[in-house]
C-alpha cells in the first residue's frame, strides 16, 4: 500500500499519495510538496514509477505462535501463561 502525505501546503489542506512504498523516499516527495509549496506532482521529478515492496520470507503459523508465547512469557502472569500454553497446544498439528 503506497504511504500518503498529508498536512498544509500553500494555505491547501490536501491528503495525497507519494507513490512510494517505502517510508525513506516517501519523505522524499513529501518534503518536495514543501519544497515547491504546492500539491502539485506535475513536475518531472516527482512522478516516480510506483514500485511493489520487496516480499519478505513468510513467517510459518507455528514460528509465529512461538514469538508470540516468548513474548508472553517474558510479561505475562503465570495463569495467563497457562492459558497460552494451553491454546498453543491445541494449534499444534493442525496447521
Known amino acids: 500500500m503506497p504511504i500518503f502525505a498529508s498536512g498544509t501546503v500553500a494555505g491547501k ?4 499519495t507519494t507513490g512510494q512504498w517505502e517510508w525513506d523516499k ?10 515547491q509549496g504546492s500539491w502539485s506532482s506535475s513536475k518531472a521529478e516527482l512522478r516516480q514509477p510506483v514500485s511493489p515492496p520487496q516480499s519478505a520470507p513468510r ?4 514460528r509465529a ?4 508465547t516468548v513474548e508472553f512469557e517474558e510479561h505475562a502472569a ?7 500454553s494451553h491454546l498453543a497446544g491445541k494449534t499444534e498439528g493442525v496447521c
Open 26 to 35: 516517501a519523505r522524499v516527495i513529501a518534503a518536495k510538496f514543501e519544497a
Open 13 to 16: 489542506a490536501l491528503r495525497k
Open 65 to 68: 505462535i512461538k514469538a508470540f
Open 78 to 84: 503465570p495463569n495467563t501463561q497457562k492459558k497460552i
Open 59 to 62: 513467517i510459518t503459523i507455528e
